[in-house]
């Protein structure tokens, strides 16, 4: 696993002020590290693991504190925030320098990154707790000077503390010492290293591309390639969890939805299963209300009557800002990853090491197998099925699971060719009753998991091999 590290640095006087006030009792020795992680030259998204050592010196010398060692720490966008605790002792005014230590959660051993990052300014002010103790009030010019106040015994009102403060009762007036969001906000993350969008999701910009079989592949959708232009949007990372589902559900059928069918998984880390298309499009609709977002899917023409129960017609608000279902052009568009004219969201190959489908080496020229359900941690033919979510390698958007793993539910109708054009969504109807699946399945020849391999199924049909994930417009 080759990575990139690159910290972001607290604002000293954030930091000081955070460990200046709160005299009424000891101070906390743990401290905030954010960070940005890459993976095989992509944002890390996932559960890693983490050690933070402190060392006295920036290479060799002797050990200050720690190894602390941080499991499952959520990286999303490849930003994380996680806390770091060397305890009183750690910091006794001396410079110090930090070794980390990453791996996937769980999986390979420790890689320890070569450059040890200085600690300055904002974890030595913990030193400061057991300083000089300063009575009196404190001004704003004395907090964005250097003098070394320990402890405030007298009183502090937000007019000579510089903002940002809150309240808080049992310590009077202190910083916010915690971070949340998508990360657009940390200090000093550099522009190109920000997440693009919403917590989870991925940006596929804006563009022109070929949708269709380029390659002369043999098909049965009988969709010549057309040039298609698709507005920005966000997509989910991975296909949507069963523990997603399982939580969004609760909220939901408490708030006047009800579902056809209840869903599935493998594992709260596997992707959702056995949701037919009208429970994904309210499941959609759910998610969009629970984080106070307009609801895409109506169950009348003239878009007043949420789409929360039954199987009946649906009506799209595409205005709307919720969250959706994927069109099949967007689909296409970003499973392509921007690789233009290639089988597969990677290449023109496919292999178990690529994706989780069912191997056919002797069927299919580009199929390198090998043949049969072969899965990390897998026996042939043992515990098949679904993979958990990002175990294989994300496409060039950051997409994980675009080929194999489980089909994805498209919002469009099914038809024999594609509308083209800016934006297409489908056809107003379809001749067969079936709306579009795409990406291949854990079942799936490899032949189903190319990025111009069209499926389809009937919109009432629940399925081990279906999922979904969901996408947003650009912007929002």
Not at 145 to 167: D, F, H, Q, Y
Not at 391 to 415: H, K, Q, R, T, V
Request: net charge neutral; charged share 10%; proline share 7%.
């Amino acid at each position: 696993m080759k990575v990139h590290w690159f910290p972001i640095k607290l604002s000293w006087r954030l930091a000081v002020v955070l460990l200046l006030v709160g005299a009424a009792g000891a101070q906390p020795t743990a401290f905030t590290y954010q960070g940005s992680l890459r993976a095989e030259d992509h944002p890390a998204i996932g559960a890693y693991d983490f050690t933070f050592t402190l060392w006295d010196a920036a290479t060799s010398g002797g050990i200050l504190g720690g190894p602390v060692t941080n499991l499952a720490v959520d990286v999303s966008g490849g930003c994380f925030t996680t806390s770091v605790d060397f305890g009183p002792g750690g910091f006794g005014g001396a410079q110090g320098w930090l070794a980390i230590g990453v791996r996937r959660n769980g999986v390979d051993q420790f890689v320890v990154l070569a450059t040890r990052q200085p600690v300055t300014s904002a974890p030595q002010a913990i030193y400061a707790a057991t300083a000089l103790t300063t009575a009196g009030p404190i001004s704003a010019g004395q907090l964005a000077g250097t003098i070394p106040v320990g402890r405030v015994t007298g009183a502090i009102s937000p007019s000579n503390l510089p903002p940002p403060v809150v309240t808080n009762g049992a310590f009077g007036l202190m910083l916010t010492g915690a971070f949340s969001g998508d990360g657009a906000g940390l200090t000093n993350l550099p522009a190109n290293l920000k997440p693009a969008g919403p917590l989870g999701m991925a940006l596929v910009p804006a563009g022109s591309f070929v949708m269709g079989n380029v390659i002369g592949d043999p098909d049965i959708s009988n969709a010549p390639p057309t040039t298609v232009y698709v507005s920005a949007f966000y997509m989910d990372v991975n296909l949507v969890t069963w523990s997603q589902w399982v939580g969004l559900y609760a909220w939901a059928t408490n708030n006047g939805y009800s579902f056809v069918n209840p869903g599935a998984g493998k594992a709260p880390n596997h992707p959702a299963q056995l949701m037919d298309w009208f429970d994904c499009v309210k499941w959609c609709n759910a998610r969009s209300e629970q984080a106070g977002r307009t609801p895409v899917y109506y169950a009348n023409a003239n878009l007043t009557q949420v789409y929360r129960t039954g199987e009946g017609t649906v009506y799209p608000n595409w205005s709307a800002v919720g969250y959706r279902l994927p069109t099949e052009a967007e689909w296409e568009k970003a499973a392509r990853g921007g690789l233009a004219g290639l089988r597969f969201p990677w290449g023109d190959f496919i292999s178990h090491n690529l994706a989780n489908y069912d191997g056919s080496v002797g069927m299919f020229a580009y199929d390198f197998g090998p043949n049969g359900f072969v899965f990390p941690g897998s026996v042939e033919l043992t515990n098949v099925g679904t993979t958990p979510v990002g175990s294989y390698a994300p496409n060039e958007y950051g997409l994980y699971d675009m080929a194999g793993n489980l089909f994805a539910w498209c919002w469009d109708w099914y038809n024999s060719g594609y509308p083209g054009g800016t934006d297409p969504r489908g056809p107003a109807s379809s001749n067969n009753n079936t709306r579009v699946v795409r990406g291949g399945n854990w079942f799936s020849y490899g032949f189903y998991c190319r990025c111009a391999d069209r499926n389809r199924s009937v919109p009432t049909l629940i399925y081990d091999r279906f999922g979904l994930r969901t996408v947003l417009a650009a912007g929002q």
